[in-house]
C-alpha cells in the first residue's frame, strides 16, 4: 500500500492564516511592537496582516514590521523564524481545529 502526503504550506488546501498571523504577533509583541503605525493606535491583528502583506514572504513582512518600529537593529531573521516555527507547533500540537478551504 502507499501513502501520499500533501504539505499545505501556502494556505491553499487548509486555513492556516489566521495561526501565522497570531504566531507573529505574539513576535512581535515580544520585542515591543504592538501597534501597526507608531504614530496610531490600531493594533496589529490577522486582518490587517492579510490586507498589508498579502504575497510577502514571512522573514521579509517581519523585517518590513521592525523596519517600521525602528526595531531592524533587533531584528534577526533566523531568531524570529525559528520563534514562529515554534509556536505553530505548539499550537498545532495543542489541537487547533485546522478548516479545508473549500
Not at 512581535?28 to 490587517?48: E, Q
Request: proline residues 5%; glycine residues 6%.
Amino acid at each position: 500500500m502507499k501513502i501520499g502526503v500533501i504539505f499545505d504550506m501556502d494556505g491553499v488546501i487548509c486555513d492556516t492564516q489566521k495561526y501565522h498571523a497570531q504566531a507573529e504577533i505574539e513576535i512581535l509583541n515580544s520585542f515591543g511592537i504592538l501597534t501597526v503605525d507608531p504614530d496610531s493606535d490600531k493594533i496589529i491583528d490577522p486582518v490587517w496582516i492579510g490586507a498589508n502583506f498579502a504575497g510577502v514572504q514571512p522573514k521579509e513582512r517581519m523585517k518590513q514590521v521592525f523596519e517600521k518600529h525602528g526595531k531592524l537593529d533587533v531584528f534577526d531573521a533566523e531568531r524570529v523564524e525559528q520563534a514562529k516555527h515554534d509556536k505553530l507547533l505548539e499550537m498545532y500540537k495543542s489541537g487547533v481545529p485546522i478548516e479545508f478551504i473549500p
